[in-house]
Nanobody
Framework: QVNLVESGGGLVQTGGSLRLSCAAS????????MGWFRQAAGKEREFVAA????????DYADSVKGRFTISKDRAKNTLILQMNSLKPEDTAVYYC?????????????????WGQGTQVTVSS
């Protein structure tokens, strides 16, 4: 079972950028598809982005398309989420997760391993 640890969250102003990282240990980010989800206070956990096992295919929620980029860093065995043009509505705890399959999926129930999350707060 892979252990996932997120980092890179923080407080940023509207329009700013953050880069989230998800370090994997006890496994590799390259074996399966992985994704990012977020959960705002009082709301359900929602899909943000996913990338295939090879890193060649990615899917995004409509709300972040064109602003966020998901990728894998082979050398560091890390999943990355580059977030640009941040908005107050992006404020949430962000979680990385890994599936047991090769292809992207937006369904949280397809993800078997989860990190503890990192807080992102965007001020207006």
């Amino acid at each position: 079972q892979v252990n996932l640890v997120e980092s890179g969250g923080g407080l940023v102003q509207t329009g700013g950028s953050l880069r989230l990282s998800c370090a994997a240990s006890g496994g590799t980010v390259w074996q399966f598809a992985m994704g990012w989800f977020r959960q705002a206070a009082g709301k359900e956990r929602e899909f943000v982005a996913a990338v295939s096992w090879s890193g060649s295919n990615a899917d995004y929620a409509d709300s972040v398309k064109g602003r966020f980029t998901i990728s894998k860093d082979r050398a560091k065995n890390t999943l990355i989420l580059q977030m640009n043009s941040l908005k107050p509505e992006d404020t949430a705890v962000y979680y990385c997760a890994q599936t047991r399959g090769p292809g992207t999926t937006s369904r949280k129930y397809d993800y078997s391993d989860w990190g503890q999350g990192t807080q992102v707060t965007v001020s207006s």
